[in-house]
């Protein structure tokens, strides 16, 4: 079984840019894709960006297509998301999420708050 790790999280200005980061631990032979997620206060669950565990593929949502970007890094086990130009609907629960292909995901993260203030 795989284990994700979020951080990053954290308290930022309209505008600002945050990094989180999803640490994989322990078996991850299944994991083909890897993926955020976010919750908005109020809101479903809804799918940020994904790349595939090669580090191509790159899936990004129209909400926050040309803001955030994704990043692998291999010798880390370990996925990034980095967003910039951060807005007040940015604010959710970001989740890390890793599975077998799209839409099956295996393992979830514990999540991480991000906060932008307007």
């Known amino acids: 079984q795989a284990q994700l790790v979020e951080s990053g999280g954290g308290l930022v200005q309209t505008g600002g840019s945050l990094t989180l980061a999803c640490s994989v631990s322990?078996?991850?032979?299944?994991?083909?894709?890897m993926a955020w997620f976010r919750r908005a206060p109020g809101k479903e669950r809804e799918f940020v960006a994904g790349?595939?565990?090669?580090?191509?593929?790159?899936k990004f949502a129209e909400s926050v297509k040309g803001r955030f970007t994704i990043a692998r890094d291999g010798a880390n086990s370990t996925m990034y998301l980095q967003m910039n130009s951060l807005k007040p609907e940015d604010t959710a629960v970001y989740y890390c999420?890793?599975?077998?292909?799209?839409?099956?995901?295996?393992?979830w993260g514990q999540g991480t708050q991000v906060t932008v203030s307007s």
């Open positions: 999420a890793a599975g077998p292909k799209m839409g099956i995901y295996s393992y």
């Open positions: 322990g078996r991850a032979w299944d994991i083909n894709l």
């Open positions: 790349v595939r565990w090669s580090g191509v593929n790159e």
